[in-house]
T-cell receptor, first 114, second 113 residues
Framework: EAGVAQSPRYKIIEKRQSVAFWCNPI?????LYWYQQILGQGPKLLIQ????????DSQLPKDRFSAERLKGVDSTLKIQPAKLEDSAVYLC????????????FGSGTRLTVV | AQSVTQLGSHVSVSEGALVLLRCNYS??????LFWYVQYPNQGLQLLLK??????LVKGINGFEAEFKKSETSFHLTKPSAHMSDAAEYFC???????????FGKGTRLSVIA
C-alpha cells in the first residue's frame, strides 16, 4: 500500500511570510495527525483529525497556525505569518487502529524560516 | 497526562555490542507503548509496540522491548549492534483509545566499527 505522502519536502521562507504543507494519508485511515519536530527534540502534536473533524488542537498556536481536512482525506497545514521559531520538520501521520498498527508517518516537510 | 523520559540523548556502542536504550513513562492508566526509529531526513518508522498481552515484544531488525509496569519502563534492546542501526530512536506513550502519541526527546544511537 502507498505510504503517507507529504509535500513539499523542503521549504525556505522569510519571517512574516506564509507557507502551506500538504498531506495525503493512507487510504482508509480515518485519523490524521500533524506533528512539529524541532531539531533535537521529539515530535509534538499540533492537531488530530478524525475524518474531517478536529479531535484535539489544544497545542496548535491558533493565532498563526491553521489546518483543515476537507472530505476527510487530504489535509493542509498553514502558517501565517511565520516566525523564526517555526523552523522545524512538520510530520503528518495517519492511523487505522492505534493498538494494531500504530501510526504511519510521512517523510515530513523541513521548514526553514530566515 | 502522559509523559515519556528517555535517559541519554546520545548512546554510543561498538559494532556487535549490546544496545540498550532506556525509556520511562508516566501514565494514569495502563498505557500503549511504542518505539520508533528515524533515519536522517526521513519520517518515523515503527519498530515495535506494546498494547496488551505478553510484556516482552519483538520488533523489526532484531529489536525487542519489555514492558515493566512496576518500574514504569519500556527499555529497547538489541543483542548485537550493526552499523545500520545508527539512527534516532523515540519512545512514545498513549492512553488506550484514540488519544495521540506523546513522544520522548529521542536518543541518538551511534555504532562504532
Amino acid at each position: 500500500e502507498a505510504g503517507v505522502a507529504q509535500s513539499p519536502r523542503y521549504k525556505i521562507i522569510e519571517k512574516r511570510q506564509s507557507v502551506a504543507f500538504w498531506c495525503n494519508p493512507i487510504s482508509g485511515h480515518a485519523t490524521l495527525y500533524w506533528y512539529q519536530q524541532i531539531l533535537g527534540q521529539g515530535p509534538k502534536l499540533l492537531i488530530q483529525f478524525q475524518n474531517n473533524g478536529v479531535v484535539d488542537d489544544s497545542q496548535l498556536p491558533k493565532d498563526r497556525f491553521s489546518a483543515e481536512r476537507l472530505k476527510g482525506v487530504d489535509s493542509t497545514l498553514k502558517i501565517q505569518p511565520a516566525k523564526l521559531e517555526d523552523s522545524a520538520v512538520y510530520l503528518c501521520a495517519s492511523s487505522l487502529d492505534l493498538s494494531s498498527y500504530g501510526y504511519t508517518f510521512g517523510s515530513g516537510t523541513r521548514l526553514t524560516v530566515v | 497526562a502522559q509523559s515519556v523520559t528517555q535517559l541519554g540523548s546520545h548512546v554510543s556502542v561498538s559494532e556487535g555490542a549490546l544496545v540498550l536504550l532506556r525509556c520511562n513513562y508516566s501514565s494514569s492508566v495502563p498505557p500503549y507503548l511504542f518505539w520508533y526509529v528515524q533515519y536522517p531526513n526521513q519520517g518515523l518508522q515503527l519498530l515495535l509496540k506494546y498494547t496488551t498481552g505478553a510484556t516482552l515484544v519483538k520488533g523489526i531488525n532484531g529489536f525487542e522491548a519489555e514492558f515493566k509496569k512496576s518500574e514504569t519502563s519500556f527499555h529497547l534492546t538489541k543483542p548485537s549492534a550493526h552499523m545500520s542501526d545508527a539512527a534516532e530512536y523515540f519512545c512514545a506513550v498513549s492512553d488506550p483509545g484514540n488519544t495521540p502519541l506523546v513522544f520522548g526527546k529521542g536518543t541518538r544511537l551511534s555504532v562504532i566499527a
